[in-house]
């Protein structure tokens, strides 16, 4: 059965009598439409379909079982290497380095390919049924626009989502040796989950706006790569060129502009999940706190004063999560102004 079939069955026609998709449809301008679509996935075609066909697959079995398997490997050698640091300089207690070296190790491979794979299984969805010709019978079908877009990217990430998931023994075992808390392993899983979230809100968005897959694919590469990438190294040298303008006469400085330069910087650091992971982990060991803290600047007249901020990983989470419900709206949107 396909898609289209799916839409006009039982399912597809719980939109109801005219007279009520005529009410769903005002309804569908206010962004509240998303949750809605989101809490219905359950019972979505599109999801349903899909979900079907990627599982049944052989593919996904083979891709779960070489994440796994790379993850293992790279715990092992870890292990290894971390056990032989430690008889060569003359034993002692290792549990806590060794906590620490296995969770980050396994963690940061694990967030690079959330990173760079998220996009690959949404950048061709809406493309690809504009190639295939199937675009305007999709959006043309009883099912609301949010639901087919909320649907493509939620079938689209719960492979994802999956694969994250399963990884969650590799990382836990770090728990057995010391070094790492549980709350380190919740924080961490849902920087993973909010990272696969922007990653593939991008991808359907630029998949929404390009005619092509391939170009849709490289266009949302480049975006990821220049957020991931770009932004951490462009920001370093602002950073850097500014610390070294201003760093000699800091002291001279209004104290509001001290901590308009903190926020800054602290945005930008929670910008990219790589520096945001790196910054909540020093923040935790030097304030010993994974929510707020304070740090003090001085103005000029010799007063000091204690800067609030929260810790990385909170900015990042709501930013990313504020930031992909938007972009989620706006391809919702681009594909309403298709259905006409």
């Known amino acids: 059965m396909t898609v289209s079939e799916q839409m006009a069955g039982p399912e597809g026609g719980q939109t109801g009598e005219p007279g009520a998709r005529k009410g769903r449809g005002r309804r569908e301008r206010s962004a509240s439409g998303v949750w809605r679509a989101v809490r219905t996935q359950g019972k979505n075609p599109i999801v349903l379909k899909e979900l079907r066909g990627r599982m049944r697959g052989w593919r ?62 949404t950048a061709g969805t809406i493309s690809g049924e504009r190639e295939r010709k199937t675009l305007d019978l999709l959006i043309t079908t009883l099912l609301p626009t949010r639901s087919v877009v909320v649907g493509k990217l939620a079938s689209a990430q719960a492979y994802i989502v999956l694969l994250i998931l399963a990884a969650l023994p590799i990382q836990s075992l770090a728990l057995m040796f010391g070094g790492i808390v549980l709350s380190e392993v919740l924080i961490g899983t849902l920087i993973l989950l909010v990272t696969a979230l922007i990653a593939g809100s991008v991808g359907i968005f630029v998949s929404s706006l390009v005619k092509s897959s391939i170009a849709s694919t490289v266009v949302t590469y480049a975006v990821i790569l220049l957020c991931s990438v770009g932004l951490p190294i462009a920001a370093s040298i602002v950073l850097s ?88 709206i706006a391809t919702i949107l681009v594909l309403r102004r298709k259905r006409g």
Not at 295 to 300: E, M, N, R, V, Y
Not at 316 to 323: D, T
């Open 60 to 121: 996904a079995a083979v891709v779960l079982t070489v994440h796994l398997t790379v993850l293992s490997c790279l715990a092992s050698i870890v292990y290894l290497s971390v056990a032989e640091s430690a008889r060569s300089s003359g034993g002692g207690s290792i549990g806590q380095t060794m906590g620490q070296a296995l969770f980050y190790s396994t963690y940061m491979l694990l967030l690079t390919l959330v990173v760079f794979l998220s996009p690959a299984f």
């Open 241 to 328: 060129l500014l610390g070294n303008i201003i760093g000699p006469a800091i002291d001279n400085v209004r104290w509001v502009w001290q901590a308009a330069l903190v926020y800054v910087a602290g945005f930008l650091i929670c910008a990219n999940p790589f520096a945001t992971a790196v910054a909540t982990k020093l923040i935790e060991q030097e304030e010993n706190t994974l929510l707020f803290f304070t740090i003090p600047i001085h103005d000029p007249g010799g007063r000091s004063y204690n800067i609030p901020l929260v810790s990385p990983w909170i900015v990042y989470v709501l930013f990313n999560s504020l930031l992909s419900a938007l972009l989620i």
